[in-house]
């Protein structure tokens, strides 16, 4: 059975402090690993789909990695409007098996 | 291009009353999900259907949640004598359907409370 665990469960950084977000995961055929983003009252919005280990994606401020076993989604120099919930999904058959997110609060 | 709508945005129901959640899916794409966000929880599978093949219902949590497509576009999540913990948030996502980079594209959802 897939499995995606997020850590940490909430984050508090202060403006122009970078950090990282995990995601491990264990799956039988790996055939995605997606991050959204999630603010409150919306529905998750795509990110980045990440296919194979090794690989990276980057947007602005954020960028993703792909080991064989987890993810990282490092945010770099956050902003206030960076503030929200990121999801971890794993991709084996057609649906999504999602973590339960790190709630991102970014302070000025 | 217009995204995934869903509606209605929120839902109040008594308990043991029947609800209908309606998910329009973005143009073009054939495929389309049906979630369910529970408060603390992440996101769970519900439904999945694939043009016109038969939908994959394995995570329907009960026979009181079914699910239609009607045309290959509109869906509609119907909830039967409904329960206080059927209380959450239900997405709806589409996508194009190609097991290979198949990204899925979510709706606002409709936030259900049962009383």
Redesign the interface.
Known sequence: EDQ?TQSPEALRLQEGESSSLNCSYTVSGL??L?W?RQDP??????LF?L?SAGEEKEKERLKATLTKKESFLHITAPKPEDSATY?C?V?S?????????TSLLVTP | GAG?SQSPSNKVTEKGKDVELRCDPISGHT?L?W?RQSL??????LI?F?GNSAP?KS?LPSDRFSAERTGGSVSTLTIQRTQQEDSAVY?C?SSF?T???????????TRLSVL
């Open positions: 995606v055939r995605g997606f959204y009252g919306k529905g998750p919005e795509f789909t296919y999801l999904a991709q058959g057609y649906a999504l098996n999602f973590g339960k997110g | 995934v495929a999900y979630y603390g929880q992440g996101l769970e599978f999945y694939q994959d995570g997405l996502a359907g097991i290979a980079k198949n990204i899925q594209y979510f709706g606002a959802g």
